[in-house]
């Protein structure tokens, strides 16, 4: 196993239109997260997968965002009508159980700037 | 809501000294776990150290450790004998336990350089 993949990993994109991103969770882990990390802030939590189910959101996930986790495996976030404030890199994490335990496994993340 | 402060945004060592990043904690919960994430420049983020709240002995992981107040709640890291890998971000961050997401809370993090 690699770890976490991140496709892709920069995106430029207009403003208005779509971009969706995946996340690759080492196989056995069963939470998988997407936090957002601006330009000299540390990462912020956007949701939280355990299995296929989300199970949390944050309030910074509009509803021009969404998640999938389908069958438990791979995780796409998409964000409709980009902004130029949506800027920013995208971090998935994964963990296995109770992550706190053995820690979380970063990918390199997706840099994304709207122009 | 929990918060997290690192007060140091930059800070530098020479090669084979020793430092220390402050963080500073807010929360009203008793079982959490705190950590400690390195992320060097365009390279992910990877776990440097981790303590359970509920453990009176700071953790520690080879070169580096920690001192952890829980009374004072705060939580800083020493790294010693410093080499040129060690440079990057360091963030504080911090997770409450028991049910639930464990969703990470960071800090904005401190850019440590080692100079050669």
């Known amino acids: 196993d690699t770890g976490v993949s991140q496709d892709p990993r920069h995106k430029i994109t207009k403003r208005g239109q779509n971009v969706t991103f995946r996340c690759d969770p080492i196989?056995?882990?069963?939470?998988l997260y997407w936090y957002r990390q601006t330009l000299g802030q540390g990462p912020e939590f956007l949701t939280y997968?355990?299995?296929?189910?989300?199970?949390?959101k944050s309030r910074l996930l509009s509803d021009r965002f969404s998640a999938e986790r389908p069958k438990g495996s791979f995780s796409t976030l998409e964000i409709q009508r980009t902004e130029q404030g949506d800027s920013a890199m995208y971090l998935c994490?994964?963990?296995?159980?109770?992550?706190?335990?053995?820690?979380?496994?970063f990918g390199s993340g997706t840099r994304l700037t709207v122009v | 809501a929990q918060t997290v402060t690192q007060s140091q945004p930059e800070m530098s060592v020479q090669e084979a000294e020793t430092v220390t990043l402050s963080c500073t904690y807010d929360?009203?919960?008793?079982?959490?776990?705190l950590f400690w994430y390195k992320q060097p420049p365009s390279r992910q983020m990877i776990l440097v150290i981790r303590?359970?709240?509920?453990?009176?002995q700071n953790a520690t992981e080879n070169r580096f450790s920690v001192n952890f107040q829980k009374a004072a709640k705060s939580f800083s890291l020493k790294i010693s004998d410093s080499q040129l890998g060690d440079t990057a971000m360091y963030f504080c961050?911090?997770?409450?336990?028991?049910?639930?997401?464990?969703?990470?809370?960071f800090g904005k993090g401190t850019k440590l350089s080692v100079i050669p």
């Open positions: 994490a994964s963990s296995l159980g109770a992550g706190a335990i053995g820690g979380y496994t």
């Open positions: 196989s056995e882990h069963n939470r």
């Open positions: 997968f355990q299995n296929e189910a989300q199970l949390e």
């Open positions: 929360t009203s919960e008793n079982n959490y776990y």
């Open positions: 303590q359970e709240a509920y453990k009176q």
């Open positions: 961050a911090f997770a409450i336990s028991g049910a639930g997401s464990y969703q990470l809370t």
